[in-house]
């Protein structure tokens, strides 16, 4: 069976961590930056876990800020 | 399998709507506002109408939406965007013309504009953003705004012997024989982010045909005038929210 790998990338200027893309992933790939913050101060979001990502777009649909692109490839 | 063969152009499955510009939306994190946006922008796009639609910006959060959706726009008064959107559409029939209202623009100061639109059956699409409060000013109650529900001007919660009942005017448009589709929705999931996709396609698909009046109400959170974090504030509207206004769609014809 054709197994799926994804993976998203964070405009992380856009962002302004409010964690909704993280509640909605279904895999915990997702996590908001514990430290760091970006030029408007907010903790933005990353693949803390990016390997159990599966591309599903979830965190995509709900980001209020289009922050978020998603990639995926099917593994043979 | 590395990162860098993934993220490529090829495999891209989602990306920002080219609709929505790439400047800073000044909603607060996780407003359902900038949610439905991006919708607005897809389905402007996908149903190839950029040139010809028009959207009728309202007095509320939403005001400056005409700064973050790339077609053209008219900024209303107060709850008067049903009457521009009217002449928008009469006098231009080629027009693809769209409300953008919160409840307080749509069911407290526009009232009669949304029902007289809406009972004339103007070919035009009316987006209803019920967040039960009154965002922009502060979190001040709305007619939308639950029983029991605290808000800066209700500060122990609203009373039926002083406030009165939660409007819901979208049932009140849906026995109006001028709306053809009548709906309510919300984003707070992957799932009804794509539903109310989906129904803001049909709105805008019947403005197209004109068919009459089109309502997408999408029940939504204000997180910051309920005073809660953008996590909890789904999980209450879900919760109070969907009891006073169900999700699913109320007229289809
Ligand atoms: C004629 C007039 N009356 C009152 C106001 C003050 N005012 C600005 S926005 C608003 C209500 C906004 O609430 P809503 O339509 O629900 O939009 P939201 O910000 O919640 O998205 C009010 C009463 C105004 N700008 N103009
Ligand atoms: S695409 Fe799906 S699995 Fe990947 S981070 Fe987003 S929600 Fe999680
Ligand atoms: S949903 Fe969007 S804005 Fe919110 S934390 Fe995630 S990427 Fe940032
Ligand atoms: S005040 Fe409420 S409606 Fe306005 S931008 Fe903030 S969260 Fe959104
Ligand atoms: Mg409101």
Redesign the pocket.
């Known amino acids: 069976m054709a197994k799926i790998k994804?993976a998203?990338t964070v405009n992380k200027e856009r962002c302004k961590g409010c964690n909704l893309?993280v509640v909605?992933?279904?895999?915990d790939?997702?996590s908001l930056q514990p430290l760091e913050v970006n030029d408007r101060g907010y903790h933005f979001a990353y693949?803390s876990n990016p390997d159990?990502?599966?591309?599903?777009?979830?965190?995509?649909l709900v980001c209020p800020d289009a922050c978020?692109e998603?990639y995926r490839v099917k593994l043979d | 399998m590395e990162l860098q063969d993934i993220i490529r152009p090829e495999n891209k499955v989602y990306a920002a709507p080219e609709l929505l510009d790439q400047v800073h939306m000044h909603y607060c994190p996780g407003c359902s506002h900038g949610v439905i946006h991006k919708l607005v922008a897809e389905v402007i796009a996908e149903l190839g109408i950029t040139e010809r639609a028009v959207g009728v910006s309202p007095v509320g959060c939403a005001v400056f939406a005409y700064n973050y959706i790339d077609c053209d726009w008219i900024e209303a008064a107060h709850g008067r965007a049903p009457a521009v959107a009217t002449a928008a559409s009469r006098l231009w029939p080629e027009n693809v013309v769209f409300t953008y209202q919160g409840d307080g623009d749509m069911s407290a100061i526009g009232t009669a504009e949304t029902i007289h639109a809406a009972n004339r059956g103007e070919n035009i699409v009316m987006i209803f953003v019920n967040n039960a409060i009154y965002g922009m000013t502060g979190g001040q109650m709305a007619p939308t705004t639950l029983l029991g529900q605290k808000t800066a001007t209700s500060p122990y919660g609203r009373r039926v012997d002083l406030n009165g009942y939660p409007l819901e005017i979208t049932n009140l448009l849906k026995e109006l024989d001028g709306t053809c589709y009548v709906t309510r929705q919300s984003v707070h999931t992957p799932a009804n982010v794509r539903k109310t996709k989906a129904a803001l396609k049909k709105a805008f698909q019947n403005a197209m045909e004109k068919k009459g009046t089109s309502v997408v109400e999408v029940v939504s959170t204000c997180n910051s005038g309920w005073k809660m974090s953008p996590e909890k504030a789904n999980e209450w509207m879900a919760q109070h929210m969907f009891e006073k206004y169900p999700l699913g769609d109320l007229k289809l014809s």
């Not at chain 1, 909605?24 to 895999?27: K, R, V």
């Not at chain 1, 159990?52 to 995509?60: D, L």
């Open positions: 994804g998203v893309c909605a992933c279904p895999t790939t997702l693949m159990a990502c599966i591309g599903c777009c979830s965190c995509a978020i998603v």
